[in-house]
T-cell receptor, first 114, second 111 residues
C-alpha cells in the first residue's frame, strides 16, 4: 500500500519553463490537496479538490493550475516558473474532508527555479 | 493567512524529559490536528481533537484544547531521540476542505 505518491522528487527549472507535478493516491480518498512549504512559512494551501471533478483555490494559487484527472490523481502545473516558486511541494489526500479526518501526505517534491 | 501559531519555535530537551508545545489560533474551529515531520519527509498525522473535546491521549501523546482561549497543547512524555522532528498544529473550520497549518515547532531530543 503506497499511500500518496508524488513525482518527481527533485526538479530544477529555469525561469519561464513549465512543468507538472504528479500525485496519485491509492486509498480511494475523495479529497486531494497541494501545499507548498517554505522556510519559516509553514505549509500553505495552493489548490484542493474536494471530490473528483471539482477544484478550488487555496491560499496561494497564483502561478499554478491543477487538474483532478480522476479519483486517484491530482496534478499541479507551473506554466511559467519563477524563482519565487522554489519550494517543497506536498500532495495530500483525505477520505472525509479536512473537517473530519486526517490528511495523508506524500514525501514531497523539491523544486528549484533558477 | 496562517491560522495556528506554534510556540516555541524551537525546543531542545534531553531524552526522557517531557516536551510541551503550544498552538494558538484566531477563529472558531471544528477540529485541531497535530502532525509530525521528520527532516526531509512528509507530514504524518498524530492526533485529532474536536472542538467539543478538551483532552485526548494517544500513547505518549496528550493533547488539550481550550476553545475559550483558542489554544491547544501537545505533550510528549518520556521523549526519545526518535521524537526529534518538527511538529505542526492544523485547524479546520468553516469550509470542510481547508486545513490551515502553523509554522511548526522544531523539537530536538538529545540522547
Amino acid at each position: 500500500n503506497a499511500g500518496v505518491t508524488q513525482t518527481p522528487k527533485f526538479q530544477v527549472l529555469k525561469t519561464g519553463q513549465s512543468m507538472t507535478l504528479q500525485c496519485a493516491q491509492d486509498m480511494n480518498h475523495n479529497s486531494m490537496y497541494w501545499y507548498r512549504q517554505d522556510p519559516g512559512m509553514g505549509l500553505r494551501l495552493i489548490y484542493y479538490s474536494a471530490s473528483e471533478g471539482t477544484t478550488d483555490k487555496g491560499e496561494v494559487p497564483n502561478g499554478y493550475n491543477v487538474s483532478r484527472l480522476n479519483k486517484r490523481e491530482f496534478s499541479l502545473r507551473l506554466e511559467s516558473a519563477a524563482p519565487s516558486q522554489t519550494s517543497v511541494y506536498f500532495c495530500a489526500s483525505s477520505g472525509q474532508g479536512a473537517n473530519t479526518g486526517e490528511l495523508f501526505f506524500g514525501e514531497g517534491s523539491r523544486l528549484t527555479v533558477l | 493567512s496562517q491560522q495556528g501559531e506554534e510556540d516555541p519555535q524551537a525546543l531542545s530537551i534531553q531524552e526522557g524529559e517531557n516536551a510541551t508545545m503550544n498552538c494558538s489560533y484566531k477563529t472558531s474551529i471544528n477540529n485541531l490536528q497535530w502532525y509530525r515531520q521528520n527532516s526531509g519527509r512528509g507530514l504524518v498525522h498524530l492526533i485529532l481533537i474536536r472542538s467539543n473535546e478538551r483532552e485526548k491521549h494517544s500513547g505518549r501523546l496528550r493533547v488539550t484544547l481550550d476553545t475559550s482561549k483558542k489554544s491547544s497543547s501537545l505533550l510528549i512524555t518520556a521523549s526519545r531521540a526518535a521524537d526529534t522532528a518538527s511538529y505542526f498544529c492544523a485547524t479546520s473550520g468553516g469550509s470542510n476542505y481547508k486545513l490551515t497549518f502553523g509554522k511548526g515547532t522544531l523539537l530536538t531530543v538529545n540522547p
